[in-house]
T-cell receptor, first 114, second 111 residues
Framework: NAGVTQTPKFQVLKTGQSMTLQCAQD?????MSWYRQDPGMGLRLIHY???????DQGEVPNGYNVSRSTTEDFPLRLLSAAPSQTSVYFC?????????????FGEGSWLTVV | QQQVKQSPQSLIVQKGGISIINCAYE??????FPWYQQFPGKGPALLIA?????SEKKEGRFTISFNKSAKQFSLHIMDSQPGDSATYFC??????????FGAGTRLTVKP
């Protein structure tokens, strides 16, 4: 059972370039999300989706775009990369259990914008 | 504005000691409080979680203490081991999947 799979693991971009971080989950979770992790800032929510065809903005959505055409896939697009987007990005899927929301994270994508 | 404030930023504990990490939240609508553990190069993984209807939850060496009136909760790691060295995140959410994370605590357990 792969869980949440992210690609690529590492990427270097030049300012102004665009790219897509891929994310796939095989747990049939309706809810998927993207976070960025920066030192001293914890994990901040970029975008999320409550199901195929439905997306919404999180805390830090500017400069990013998402789509959800299937339950399994939730790609994150950087439209025009900026040095401020240098970060570690985590895709996650979750389900709402009786006690709360259990989030499963991917292993992360390290992005450097130069 | 961070909705969940976590302290300390880093913590060094001797093997066998008790590690304590504290978090405070502002939004009284939060009703689920998990802790995540993250090892270098990996994504965070759920460690333990609590709902506000209980004041304490214990799973092995890990205990969450919850103080609803003070809007605070903490993670206690008893008999800390070098394998516990990781970054720990507290978090809080309403029952709608919008999870807010603390800034993280880097724990080092010295042998």
């Amino acid at each position: 059972n792969a869980g949440v799979t992210q690609t690529p693991k590492f990427q270097v971009l030049k300012t102004g370039q665009s790219m897509t971080l891929q994310c796939a989950q095989d747990m049939n979770h309706e809810y998927m999300s993207w976070y960025r992790q920066d030192p001293g800032m914890g994990l901040r929510l970029i975008h999320y989706s409550v199901g195929a065809g439905i997306t919404d903005q999180g805390e830090v959505p500017n400069g990013y775009n998402v789509s959800r055409s299937t339950t399994e896939d939730f790609p994150l697009r950087l439209l025009s990369a900026a040095p401020s987007q240098t970060s570690v990005y985590f895709c996650a899927s979750s389900y709402r259990g009786s006690s709360g929301n259990t989030i499963y994270f991917g292993e992360g994508s390290w992005l450097t914008v130069v | 504005q961070q909705q969940v404030k976590q302290s300390p930023q880093s913590l060094i504990v001797q093997k066998g000691g008790i590690s304590i990490i504290n978090c405070a939240y502002e939004n009284t609508a939060f009703d689920y409080f998990p802790w995540y553990q993250q090892f270098p190069g990996k994504g965070p993984a759920l460690l333990i979680a609590i709902r506000p209807d209980v004041s304490e939850k214990k799973e092995g060496r890990f205990t969450i203490s919850f103080n609803k009136s003070a809007k605070q909760f903490s993670l206690h790691i008893m008999d800390s081991q070098p394998g516990d060295s990781a970054t720990y995140f507290c978090a809080a959410s309403k029952f709608d999947n919008d999870m807010r994370f603390g800034a993280g605590t880097r724990l080092t357990v010295k042998p």
